[in-house]
């Protein structure tokens, strides 16, 4: 029997876009021959991922996992809305949801991972699933979030089921408080986030670059007024006041009630609860966010069809 080597693998993966097991199991049934082993794979259907993979897949869902005072979320892209409503794509997202508990962000390791009651690694199950359901898929991207003392809050926004939706929301929620207490006002502050989409916590953890630069656009705008260069800091400064209003969560105001500052919300919220609030972190995903989607024109498919 032919030697199956990682070179010949490879070389079989590169041909057909099937899993790395896939492959291993075709070379062996065909002693080693590629050319055999690539029909071998296209009779069962597992060759079938890589003619999908030029495909734009911006729909999907997105998956959150929480264990404790931890969370991940993860973003797994279909080509269809429809593909979202299979239930064993759902149990795939939610399934590697919970596998970024442990991998985090990195997603070459959830990608390398064992996925569980297979034989295959997370990424080759996704392809697995491509040759089954027909659709490209991609496992866009994946992040987690942690609280060392406090509550971690989700809100999934357009749920399709459990832990499932088009935009889910994590917010790690610090308190020596009631914890029952703070795990209500996190899973509003997950709202108010889904809602306004906040950039960061406060202005502190801004991009110090991004804010210098968001300033010297307001100087110049402020400049062409023509007025003194003591008037134009301060409307440079009342300006930059609005912008943080608008990205910093603790300077917005709160979407719950329409009133309070996201601050004032939470240092009432903590004393509520006997115990103060502090903001550590948050997490957004917005399902297909950045993908540059195909737009069809379906008068001109039609006419090519038609001929004219």
């Not at 993979?53 to 991940?72: I, M, N, P, Y």
């Not at 390398?112 to 690694?121: D, F, I, M, V």
């Not at 260069?229 to 209003?245: A, C, L, N, S």
């Not at 103060?276 to 069809?296: A, M, P, Q, Y």
Request: glycine share 10%; aromatic share 4%.
């Amino acid at each position: 029997m032919a030697e199956i080597t990682a070179a010949l693998v490879k070389e079989l993966r590169d041909k057909t876009g099937a899993g790395m097991m896939d492959c291993k199991k075709a070379l062996a049934e065909n002693d080693g021959d590629v050319e055999a082993s690539v029909d071998w794979l296209r009779t069962k259907g597992l060759a079938a991922a890589a003619k999908k993979a030029g495909r734009v897949a911006a729909e999907g869902l997105v998956g959150v996992a929480t264990d404790g005072a931890r969370g991940a979320v993860v973003e797994v892209n279909a080509e269809t809305d429809f593909v979202a409503r299979n239930d064993t794509f759902q149990d795939f997202v939610r399934t590697i949801a919970s596998l970024a508990l442990e991998t985090g962000e990195d997603l070459n390791a959830l990608k390398a991972t064992a996925y569980p009651g297979e034989e295959r690694t997370v990424e080759e199950q996704l392809t697995h699933l491509i040759a089954t359901i027909g659709e490209n898929m991609a496992l866009r991207r994946a992040t987690s979030l942690s609280v060392e003392n406090g509550v971690l809050a989700s809100y999934v926004h357009n749920a399709l089921t459990g832990g499932l939706g088009k935009i889910v929301v994590i917010v790690a929620l610090e308190t020596d408080g009631d914890a029952e207490a703070a795990a209500g006002f996190g899973k509003q502050l997950a709202m108010h986030v889904a809602a306004s989409k906040p950039l960061a916590v406060s202005r502190d953890d801004l991009d110090a670059a991004e804010v210098e630069r968001e300033r010297a656009v307001l100087s110049e705008q402020a400049r062409e007024s023509g007025k003194p260069e003591e008037i134009i800091e301060k409307m440079v400064d009342g300006r930059m006041r609005k912008f943080y209003e608008e990205v910093c969560l603790v300077d917005q105001t709160f979407v719950i009630d329409g009133e309070t500052k996201v601050s004032d919300a939470i240092a009432e919220a903590g004393k509520a609860a006997g115990g103060d609030f502090s903001v550590g972190g948050f997490r957004t995903f917005v399902l297909g966010e950045g993908i540059e989607k195909e737009e069809k024109d379906f008068a001109a498919e039609v006419a090519v069809v038609a001929g004219t």
